[in-house]
């Protein structure tokens, strides 16, 4: 089935990389594999703008570097700023200094890496999309002995990973499990390849979101078959969301530019002025019922950010915390910055760190926004842009940069898209 072939050294990189995100999980080298392969792409994509034409014929840029990936370049040097000002306000020490920057170096500079990469070396879709699909049909092998493996008596953990002493979030980064239990229901709950069960099923979402993309139907089936698996056996209520939305949503932004979906639109605003109040309970009721289902994890997180916000405003506001801070009881030992990517940034990095974020997410995702509604180019990573703003409501985003990197190259992929495109009608418009 496998009728793709990389055509560069470039290409082969990624296409190996996902093709083995399986065997890289087995020996706990994931959290290893991301950052290395981001700057050692990142600093091919450097030497080829700087050798230019004096480079490989199948390894020429595609164009100058977009606007929108040297936003995300200063933003997250910015981000590297307010990292190190937090740090002398809060007087953490020049060890904890350069931990916290290595950290940066493996999580918020990935941001900017692999767009840098996909916008400048002649890296196409079709290799990233049909090696997704690869990685789905390593998990569609594997589900059975997943499945199967509470009800057997095996163990949750098989093994945490030497690697870890490389350093890390925690252990859980260099782990390999069958599964793990719920605290709040003890039932199980897999995480497939991911740190824990809820990031599972945002990749799951994205694995969903490059399959649809996939011109062959077998490994499109493949593809969307496990990333289905993966957002139900997580059991995550944002992975559920994510489905629906990160896929439908971008296949129906080309109808505002169309005159009858207006009208239907009219239509149903008309019959909302009617039944507005019974609409409005039932999506209350839905959304207590959502937040209900998983009861004790809605409050240990609403009770996060919370204080995390509390703390932001009256101890750290322009450059945060400089690091995460142990939790109490009341959140179940989590640290304070954690589980929210926005308000962990306000309480860690404080307003101008939140910042350096924003800007540059919000550029991508108006150019993904605006492609989208044009055609069937802006789907994919509109889908992506999506489900990264739905993972930084739940998650924090530079912890798990490392497994979001096909999604990351294509946003690069994307932008050099649209420059060319941009440039290549300046030079039609007659003067």
Same mark, same amino acid.
């Given at each position: 089935m496998t009728d793709i072939v990389p055509q560069n050294p470039a290409e082969r990189m990624v296409f190996k990389a996902l093709g083995w995100t399986w065997p890289f999980y087995f020996v706990g080298a994931l959290y290893v594999v991301g950052p290395v392969l981001a700057w050692l792409l990142g600093g091919l994509a450097a030497l080829v703008l700087y050798l230019g034409p004096a480079v490989r014929q199948d390894l020429r840029a595609r164009g100058p570097v977009p606007d929108v990936v040297v936003i995300w370049f200063?933003?997250?040097?910015v981000m590297l700023v307010a990292l190190w000002v937090g740090h002398i306000d809060w007087g953490l020490g020049l060890k904890q200094t350069i931990k916290s920057s290595i950290g940066w170096a493996k999580g918020w500079a990935l941001l900017a890496l692999f767009p840098l990469?996909?916008?400048v070396l002649p890296i196409r879709r079709e290799i990233l999309i049909r090696g997704q699909c690869i990685v789905g049909l390593?998990?569609?092998a594997l589900l059975p002995i997943l499945f199967i493996a509470p009800y057997a008596g095996l163990p949750e953990k098989i093994f945490t990973s030497p690697l870890k002493a490389i350093g890390g979030p925690g252990p859980e980064y260099f782990s390999v499990f069958f599964f793990t239990w719920d605290p709040g229901s003890w039932t199980p709950r897999w995480q497939f390849y991911a740190p824990? +069960?809820?990031?599972a099923a945002l990749l799951g979402v994205l694995q969903v979101c490059f399959a649809l993309e996939e011109k062959n139907i077998r490994w499109r089936s493949i593809g969307i078959a496990a990333g289905v698996a993966m957002i139900l056996l997580s059991k995550s209520r944002m992975g559920l969301v994510g489905l629906v939305a990160c896929t439908v949503g971008p296949r129906l932004l080309p109808l505002i530019l169309r005159g009858w979906?207006? +009208?239907?639109?009219?239509?149903?605003t008309a019959l909302l002025a009617v039944a507005g109040t019974v609409v409005l309970q039932a999506l209350q009721d839905g959304v207590a019922a959502f937040k209900g289902a998983r009861a004790d994890s809605t409050r240990v997180r609403e009770t996060l950010q919370r204080i995390a916000g509390e703390r932001w405003q009256n101890e750290a506001f322009w450059f945060g915390h400089g690091t995460v801070q142990p939790g109490a009881h009341i959140v179940e030992y989590m640290p304070i910055g954690s589980h929210h990517t926005w308000w962990g940034l306000l309480f860690v990095k404080g307003l101008v760190g939140m910042l350096a974020l924003l800007v540059p997410l919000v550029w991508q995702t108006a150019l993904a926004l605006m492609d989208a509604a044009r055609g069937p180019r802006g789907r994919l990573p509109l889908s992506i842009m999506m489900t990264i703003v739905l993972l930084s409501f739940g998650e924090n985003l530079?912890?798990?940069a490392y497994m979001l990197w096909p999604g990351l190259i294509i946003l690069g992929i994307h932008a050099s898209e649209l420059k060319t495109e941009m440039l290549e009608g300046a030079v039609v418009q007659p003067a």
């Open positions: 200063l933003g997250m040097f990469a996909g916008a390593w998990t569609l824990w +069960s809820p990031f979906a207006w +009208s239907v639109l009219a239509g149903f530079e912890i798990e």
